[in-house]
């Protein structure tokens, strides 16, 4: 085998490069409102006049630093810039809140460290398997995958049951509004155009979770988010490597579920970090205590998000799938410099994709080293005045609405869901299944008719001996043992026996 | 009882989709349903859960609070409200002024509930760093992202 790549990817120049990119993720991520994508469309410009191996490791290092860095904002101020980060905040926040913002971010920041490098191990040796696994899904399988990952939404539900399950209805009718899938008929838009296309995904999670949260702040004290003062130094950021030790089984189970559903086009991180979220706490010797500040809670998600970055190139490099918007952008470099992705690259250049897994692995190092330097800097933030940092905050949640598609009436829907998620979080309904309701409506819905279309009933996709009849099996079971538990004559009944 | 009525008008949101639906046409050649399917299959089961809500809030007499009027009173009614004005003046007066306005107001508003008086030089100081800020962000989003931030009728 060749290693002259190596040597390539060893430049000090393109390691500066590849540094600039990292920072410039993990700012994108950080920061409500702006996301990867868009940090990928402004290196993407900048990587025209390199070589192809310089544009792809600053695309890449982009792309790992942005998928990390929205864990800052999802734990210190219950922002999470993608719908991938918001399992983050059910344990980050709370942790945050109770003084131990430096400890959540750390925990967040090595476990996604961990997934990144996981998948990049795991993907640079099975990459044809995985890549033949992908090519076995169909719209079934598909469809089972997403209604798997509904289904977990039952097993986040804290308090009221039947809140939960109803909060969880009104994301996905939320899903709904805009064009069909299949037929792009006009559903639930009154007429207006503008929501022809659906509401916006940033728009609904900055809306639903983050700004109702300011409002809901800025009626309660002057005092700073975070009421208990922390010593804050780099050096408590090493010392969580020793708390990690214990969290090994539950990284390499999120690292797995992570990479498998990042080779599944379409699915997404936050299909991913529900999953391993809902693994975790059903692994956990104390599941009551989540969304309470469990590391494990922050662990899980954080793995398996990052997990993600290794995951989606396989349908990139194998089969020339873009997977997700950030992918797209990266495989549009491909073109950009000749490159054309599919299953020739494997036979033609495997340098090149050997080179891909030894970039990834550089840029998550970088990633780990940068926030783990910086993490000090970042906790601080929840120290700033409300009366400074909530009208700041509310500034960005109104520019990320606007800019999703430079629309002032993205605004308004903005401030629309932002008021009822204050109105349905104080009246006992949770605001996390409706948006985990909302980001998979639209899989269920788009894989359920593809379903019939391709075999014709539903029954006959069920009688497949297939992963999609498994997963649909267990995603009707679950919601069902949960619902059975919740019955309080069962509830009685257990606690009686225990 | 509040809460009831709380569930009833929530209960117009899948009573409305079901309603909407009911009226899709399905082409001859789509097997899958339609449309309308999958949201009016939601909006029943979301349905049944809000009457089951309802029963058991009766059976077990239970007195929720429903907070409602909390939004529209206080410090979060206020930020709100300016929040409202702010969106709509980004339309008349683009980003930069608009943003001013509101970071200045929101802040300065937060700060004299809080504290019941205002330090003028650090009013000045922080009115200064808003519009700053203000700028700073206008120019870094039209420069480096290319995006252009709402500009008013002033051109600015």
């Not at chain 1, 942005?66 to 210190?76: E, K, N, R, V």
């Not at chain 1, 086009?265 to 599941?287: E, V």
């Not at chain 2, 929040?83 to 339309?91: D, K, Q, S, T």
Request: with cysteine; net charge positive; aromatic share 12%.
């Amino acid at each position: 085998m060749d290693f002259s790549f190596i040597t390539e990817v060893l430049d000090p120049q393109l390691l500066l490069y590849m540094m600039g990119g990292v920072l410039l993720g993990i700012t994108f991520g950080c920061i409500p409102g702006l996301n990867t994508p868009m940090a990928l469309a402004i290196a993407l410009p900048i990587t025209y006049s390199m070589s192809t191996i310089q544009a792809i490791s600053v695309l890449l290092a982009v792309y790992c630093g942005g998928l990390s860095g929205g864990l800052i904002s999802a734990i210190l101020l219950r922002m999470p810039g993608t719908a991938a980060a918001i399992t983050t905040t059910f344990d980050g926040y709370p942790m945050a809140q109770r003084g131990e913002s430096m400890r959540a971010l750390s925990l967040g920041i090595i476990a996604s460290f961990f997934g990144g490098i996981f998948s990049a191990l795991i993907l640079m040796f099975l990459t044809p398997f995985l890549a033949k696994a992908a090519l076995g899904f169909g719209p079934w399988e598909y469809f089972g995958a997403a209604v798997f990952s509904l289904s977990m939404v039952s097993t986040l539900i804290k308090g009221d049951f039947i809140n939960g399950f109803i909060s969880c209805g009104l994301g996905l009718l939320l899903a709904c509004v805009g064009s069909s899938p299949i037929d792009g008929q006009i559903r639930f838009s009154f007429g207006l155009y503008q929501l022809d296309g659906g509401i916006e995904v940033v728009v609904l999670i900055i809306g639903v979770y983050a700004l109702s949260e300011i409002i809901s702040s800025a009626g309660k004290s002057l005092k700073p988010l975070n009421k208990v003062k922390e010593n804050m130094s780099t050096k408590d950021f090493f010392r969580v490597f020793k708390e990690i030790k214990g969290q090994i089984g539950n990284l390499f189970r999120s690292s797995v579920i992570g990479t498998f559903i990042g080779i599944l086009p379409g699915l997404g991180g936050n299909a991913a970090s529900m999953i391993a979220y809902a693994q975790a706490r059903r692994f956990s010797k104390n599941p009551d205590t989540f969304g309470e500040g469990n590391p494990s809670g922050i662990v899980a998600p954080e793995a398996a998000n990052n997990s993600i970055s290794g995951g989606a190139m396989v349908p990139m490099l194998a089969l020339g799938v873009p997977g997700s918007s950030p992918v797209a952008l990266i495989m549009s470099a491909f073109i950009i410099h000749g490159i054309t992705v599919g299953p020739l690259l494997m036979v033609e250049q495997p340098e090149l994709i050997q080179s891909i897994f030894v970039i990834l692995i550089i840029s998550n190092i970088m990633m780990l080293l940068f926030q783990g330097l910086l993490v000090k800097f970042f906790a601080k933030i929840i120290y700033v005045p409300k009366h400074i940092l909530l009208p700041i905050l509310a500034v960005f949640c109104i520019i990320g609405s606007y800019i999703s598609n430079n629309s002032l009436f993205n605004v308004g829907v903005l401030i629309v869901l932002g008021v009822a998620g204050f109105l349905l979080e104080k009246n006992g309904f949770q605001l996390a299944p409706i948006i985990m309701g909302f980001v998979l409506g639209g899989l269920v819905e788009l894989y359920y008719r593809r379903t019939i279309i391709y075999y014709d009933s539903i029954t006959n996709a069920f009688m497949q001996p297939s992963i999609g009849t498994l997963l649909v099996v267990i995603a009707v079971i679950v919601p069902i043992i949960k619902i059975i538990n919740n019955i309080p004559i069962v509830r009685k009944w257990k606690a009686k026996k225990s | 009882m509040g809460y009831i009525v709380f569930l009833i008008i929530f209960a117009l949101i899948p009573g409305y989709v079901i309603y909407e639906t009911s009226g899709y046409k399905i082409n001859v050649y789509d097997d899958s349903g339609g449309a309308g399917l999958f949201p009016s299959f939601i909006a029943w089961f979301m349905l049944l859960l809000i009457i089951i809500q309802i029963i058991r809030t009766l059976i077990n007499k239970e007195k929720k609070p429903v907070v409602f009027t909390t939004l529209f009173s206080g410090t979060s009614g206020i930020f709100l409200a300016l929040m409202i004005i702010y969106v709509f003046l980004l339309r008349y007066l683009g980003f930069i002024i608009s943003t001013c306005i509101f970071l200045i107001i929101s802040s300065g508003y937060m700060y004299y509930k809080a504290k019941g008086k205002l330090i003028t030089w650090r009013f000045l100081l922080q009115a200064a760093g808003y519009i700053c800020f203000s700028i700073l962000i206008f120019v870094f989003f039209k420069n480096a992202l290319h995006i252009v931030l709402p500009v008013g009728n002033l051109g600015i």
